[in-house]
T-cell receptor, first 118, second 115 residues
Framework: NAGVMQNPRHLVRRRGQEARLRCSPMKGHSHVYWYRQLPEEGLKFMVYLQKENIIDESGMPKERFSAEFPKEGPSILRIQQVVRGDSAAYFC????????????????FGAGSRLTVL | AQTVTQSQPEMSVQEAETVTLSCTYDTSENNYYLFWYKQPPSRQMILVIRQEAYKQQNATENRFSVNFQKAAKSFSLKISDSQLGDTAMYFCAFLYQGGSEKLVFGKGTKLTVNP
């Protein structure tokens, strides 16, 4: 079991470009979460998805950010027209059941993708 | 809205000694979970220990234990017999059991274990 796989681990973009971050959940997990970690900060919730559905996107910025978790393939976090303030580590986590049901003890995090915007 | 506060940005401890990291939280809910996560330099988020709010007994995992004071909304982490591999950022986190799927994290405490 390879765990939660995120790629790329490091991504450099210039202002105005697009960033795509991918997350493959653990085998058998159908719940995916994205968190953002700004420098010197804790992780902040962005979005919770199940296959083909966005369940909670209350932490997503209103513009330029979108997420999907298609029936086949990884979950994608897409940031359009990146700005320097988007520079952060983006973490994906997955679980078999919703965390509130399982107590989050089976919430597994990936190693994160670090986005640097020049 | 729930908030989590870690008042110690950095701490250090000598190898083999004991250290306690502080965490307080604010919520009006009664049913929730609390967690401590470790983030070593590799940046991987690793669950250290968790506590269900309805349980009075403090959780323990080997050298890691918590002091959960529900009335005071305090959730500290004690690391006994500190090891060099314990050097990491430690994050306290809150999860409301009533339906929200979001973990709310504190800003973290950077722990350094010195040889």
């Amino acid at each position: 079991n390879a765990g939660v796989m995120q790629n790329p681990r490091h991504l450099v973009r210039r202002r105005g470009q697009e960033a795509r971050l991918r997350c493959s959940p653990m085998k058998g997990h159908s719940h995916v979460y994205w968190y953002r970690q700004l420098p010197e900060e804790g992780l902040k919730f962005m979005v919770y998805l199940q296959k083909e559905n966005i369940i909670d996107e209350s932490g997503m910025p209103k513009e330029r950010f979108s997420a999907e978790f298609p029936k086949e393939g990884p979950s994608i976090l897409r940031i359009q027209q990146v700005v320097r303030g988007d520079s952060a580590a983006y973490f994906c986590a997955s679980s078999h059941d919703p965390p509130a049901l399982s107590g989050a003890n089976v919430l597994t995090f990936g190693a994160g993708s670090r986005l640097t915007v020049l | 809205a729930q908030t989590v506060t870690q008042s110690q940005p950095e701490m250090s401890v000598q190898e083999a000694e004991t250290v306690t990291l502080s965490c307080t939280y604010d919520t009006s809910e009664n049913n929730y979970y609390l967690f401590w996560y470790k983030q070593p330099p590799s940046r991987q988020m690793i669950l250290v220990i968790r506590q269900e709010a309805y349980k009075q007994q403090n959780a323990t995992e080997n050298r890691f234990s918590v002091n959960f004071q529900k009335a005071a909304k305090s959730f500290s982490l004690k690391i006994s017999d500190s090891q060099l591999g314990d050097t990491a950022m430690y994050f306290c986190a809150f999860l409301y059991q009533g339906g929200s799927e979001k973990l709310v994290f504190g800003k973290g405490t950077k722990l350094t274990v010195n040889p």
